[in-house]
């Protein structure tokens, strides 16, 4: 494929740096139309089918987030997506391939493949595209592996074990419930309001859910969970984490995957305070990053494909038409109007790709 005469490419451009607190909003950023770019020796030009939307964004805008640098006024909006390739001069992609990468809110983008992060991988080849190709940023996606591999290497649910979720209703927690269910497990999520607990019992097959807006989450654990939770899933941190540390069974797990609720305010943000139960209970707390298993993503990818077409994992995506809404999408993330993947379709889907199978 080529890139027609008098292509142009939208893009998002980050225009006025917010504060810690302040809500995202569609000023933060400018929409400009510019040229395509040209490729160079070892890159690759990449067409975006679909962006994803990830609390992480928010912090591109006010501060480093240890992974990567904050932008600059002027930069394009960073965000991971998928595409196709459709110029290449690196000999490991060819026209035509899939991929997932960083390729910014934009409709085309230039890709380097020799110049990734030191030590993560985050360019990868999808190697069984299938329509529609947001499961590629979904269930099929680092969200899925995350949830595949931070549950299943470090949580190590059991049969008839209680696992608790929180973000449950999002696209990592969304589907780390269901796997658990899959393993034979109790699981209880934790959402932000009553109709996505419905959402996760109703349609996910949750045993419980708890909206921490309106519950106590501390009284409602010790009901639903009275002898202890073996697993904790934690993708918010905060009040939250400090919850389930006081209902830990004796062995418990807790994966540490995120911690959205503190992770923007100012200042120093206190660690949990019923940390000791850790020691009491012979438990243990550990932080995984879902690029650390990069070489193992066929294998989840392999099984999540085969739960997906069987019927026992459901595709929990939220889709929206069209670059123009990526803002709006954003925003979606902070004000509780996501239920699972939050995902922006930008273009169709290439002609001949195959259904999930």
């Known amino acids: 494929m080529t890139i027609p005469l008098g292509q142009t490419n939208r893009q998002w451009r980050f225009a006025k740096r917010p504060k810690l607190g302040d809500p995202v909003s569609r000023d933060l950023f ?3 139309t510019g040229d395509v770019p040209q490729i160079g020796p070892d890159q690759m030009i990449v067409r975006t ?3 994803a939307t990830s609390p992480a964004q928010w912090g591109y805008l006010v501060h480093d987030n240890g992974m990567f640098q904050p932008l600059a006024i002027g930069d394009v909006m960073r965000g991971r997506g998928v595409g196709e390739v459709i110029q290449s001069r690196h000999a490991d992609f060819k026209t035509g391939d899939i991929v997932t990468a960083s390729l910014g809110w934009q409709d085309y983008s230039l890709q380097d493949p020799t110049k990734q992060p030191p030590n993560i991988k985050t360019i990868l080849k999808v190697e069984n595209p299938c329509r529609p190709l947001t499961l590629a ?3 099929l996606g680092v969200d899925g592996f995350a949830a595949y591999f931070g549950l299943l290497d470090i949580g190590k649910p059991q049969a008839g074990e209680t696992v608790v979720i929180s973000a449950a209703a999002g696209g990592i927690g969304s589907v780390a419930g269901q796997i658990a269910k899959i393993k034979d497990c109790r699981v209880i999520g934790i959402a932000g309001s009553d109709q996505k607990c419905r959402w996760l019992t109703t349609d996910l097959g949750f045993d419980g859910a708890i909206n921490y807006k309106t519950e106590n989450v501390g009284e ?23 919850d389930a540390l006081a209902h830990l069974a004796l062995k418990a797990r807790v994966v540490f995957c995120g911690y959205i609720s503190t992770e923007y305010q100012p200042g120093i943000v206190p660690g949990p305070r019923n940390y000791t139960k850790l020691l009491s209970q012979r438990a243990r707390l550990e932080g995984f990053i879902v690029f650390d298993y990069v070489d193992r993503f066929p294998e989840a990818e392999q099984q999540m494909r ?19 809404a990526m803002p709006d999408a954003l925003a979606s993330l902070f004000t509780g109007g996501n239920k699972g993947n939050k995902i922006v379709r930008v273009a169709p889907d290439p002609n001949g790709l195959p259904s999930l199978s």
Do not use: H, Q
Not at 220 to 242: E, H, Y
Not at 315 to 321: A, C, F, K, L, R
């Open 30 to 32: 400018r929409l400009e």
């Open 49 to 51: 089918i679909c962006l």
């Open 137 to 139: 940023l979904g269930s």
């Open 220 to 242: 409602r654990l010790d009901m639903l969970c009275p002898d202890g939770m073996d697993v904790f899933f934690d993708n918010v941190g905060g009040d939250i984490l400090n």
């Open 306 to 324: 085969r739960w997906l077409i069987a019927g026992r994992l459901k595709n929990t995506e939220d889709v929206v038409e069209g670059l123009d």
